[in-house]
């Protein structure tokens, strides 16, 4: 499967996903499914948790707390979860506060594995 | 239930929780309860994920995905919940890589009212 279809697949598979994106940590997206009623700023969004999300995987680090593997941040309009995929990249899965962020958070695990060889 | 009582009966009543800290987002610990037995740095633990949580409150800010509520870290040898009470103040469950953490999560939404009030 290629990674715009994995990447399909978990969107049409969670209710109330929005969107999925692989990112690097520089804030580049490498590939983008959004739904289409979506209106958020996907870009912007991106490249401000890239930054976030580097700063967590130093402080990681710094406190001894191991390799970062995935973040979840809840707000009061979303729901977002980050999966480390490699060194360089990682997996966003972005959704409505009402979605069913179990779901979309085992579906973006069990699909990381995947995406990592895709784009290894 | 005092604070620190508060932060007792969550660490007691989770599978795997090491630590529960109330901590302001200057890295300053207002009270914290950690098991014996854990060995971690639980004072830079803190002030480095305090930094990142900054981070992300201004980011979900900018991005307009609205005011930050809860954030979770899993790193391979940890997972952290963060939930925030006020402007100020948040607080923080440290726990084992196998523990409980949709437990420990609930836990700290369901307290965090009564965390928020006592700390008012």
């Not at 290629?2 to 804030?27: F, H, P």
């Not at 390799?67 to 972005?94: G, H, K, P, S, W």
Request: hydrophobic share 50%; charged share 25%; glycine share 6%.
């Amino acid at each position: 499967m290629s990674i715009r279809d994995t990447l399909r697949d978990i969107v049409g598979n969670v209710e109330g996903a929005l969107a999925a994106v692989i990112m690097a940590y520089d804030g580049i997206s490498i590939d983008e499914i959004m739904v289409p009623q979506s209106e958020f700023d996907l870009q912007s969004l991106a490249v401000e948790y890239a930054t976030v999300l580097k700063e967590i995987k130093r402080a990681a680090e710094l406190v001894k707390a191991g390799a970062m593997e995935e973040v979840a941040i809840t707000t009061n309009q979303t729901r977002v979860a980050f999966r480390v995929l490699n060194e360089d990249l990682f997996a966003v899965l972005i959704m409505a506060k009402d979605g069913n962020f179990g779901k979309g958070r085992y579906l973006l695990r069990l699909k990381a594995y995947d995406l990592a060889r895709e784009l290894a």
